[in-house]
């Protein structure tokens, strides 16, 4: 057993996003450009509906997956594949953009706690420009693990013989959301050839001794066992881990692509409305009934 330590500590970056909205971002930063096969991870957190209630307008992707996860709060989501979903505390969508997607996430409230995490994952070369999917889950499609002092939710991978609704063939993402009791520690297994990070945003906790105060994003090092103590006040942390692709990231705004002409034609398209491939009608998707 070799115990998994702190390879790197990110401090989250203050970015603006879609109509005015602050998120803080970890990986996608100068400190911490990609962390393959993730790209970027965006937490965004507050009270304070001036801070969120313009939301995320129409926008493009191509090149690459995107997973949210809500904590709290309700986002709606229309995209141009005709699909349309709410999101609420404790749910999550998938969607792969591939050969591209024009998508809008508008908050469902004015006031309250928003809270959630979005997680961007590569695809490889070849599925860069396969046909864009969409899932949503409800939380009670997430199974949870319950020992004595921890909670573990189960988004995506596999833990304690049990299998999380999304599942990623190209990367093969593992991504936890664990609780723990003050005091305890949480130990789990990892393939070595994985790559990831635990955030810590509740609480603080230690990784193989190594303080990790709230909000505190650590890159694991290499290892195939992971250590996590909860403080005197517990923890809640997200585990995520995949496998790298190893292909060049060539990255402009919401395209990822390999190579700079991809990105270029990328540009081009949305340029020309051929961005999108089989588009639904976006108006008649914004009437459409919502799938909670």
């Known amino acids: 057993m070799k115990l998994r330590p702190v390879k790197q500590i990110i401090k989250a970056m203050a970015v603006t996003e879609g109509a005015g909205v602050t998120v803080h971002r970890t990986i996608g930063t100068p ?20 801070d969120y209630i313009a939301g995320f307008p129409d926008h493009p ?16 989501h229309h995209d ?3 699909n349309k979903g709410d999101l609420g505390p404790g749910g999550a969508q998938w969607m792969k953009a591939a050969s591209g997607v024009i998508h809008s996430e508008m908050p469902q409230q004015s006031s309250g706690m928003m809270r959630g995490f979005q997680l961007w994952i590569n695809l490889p070369a070849e599925q860069k420009m396969s046909t864009p999917a969409y899932q949503d889950f409800s939380p009670d499609a997430f199974p949870v693990v319950e020992n004595k002092g921890s909670r ?25 959301d664990v609780t723990l009791d003050k005091n305890n520690t ?42 996590i103590s909860a403080g005197a006040n517990g923890a809640r942390f997200i585990i995520v881990v995949g496998k790298p692709i190893g292909e060049p990231i060539v990255q402009y705004g919401p395209f990822v692509m390999n190579t700079r002409e991809e990105i270029e ?28």
């Open 61 to 76: 992707h191509r090149g690459f997956n995107t997973f949210t996860y809500m904590l709290d709060g309700h986002m709606q």
């Open 152 to 176: 573990i939710k189960i988004l995506s991978g596999e833990y304690n013989g049990q299998n999380g609704p999304v599942d990623d063939p190209y990367t093969q993402v593992q991504f936890l």
């Open 265 to 292: 034609h990328a540009f081009a398209d949305f340029r020309d409305g051929k961005l999108v491939r089989d588009k639904a009608n976006f108006s008649d998707v914004r009437n459409a009934p919502t799938r909670a």
């Open 186 to 227: 949480f130990t789990h297994k990892l393939d070595d050839s994985l790559q990831g990070f635990i955030y810590v945003f509740e609480g603080d906790a230690a990784l193989s001794g190594t303080a990790l105060p709230q909000h505190s994003f650590a890159v694991l090092g290499e290892g195939d066992t992971l250590e």
């Open 31 to 50: 400190a911490l450009k990609n962390l393959d096969p993730f790209l970027m991870l965006d937490f965004f957190h507050s009270d304070d509906p001036d």
């Open 80 to 82: 141009s594949m005709g």
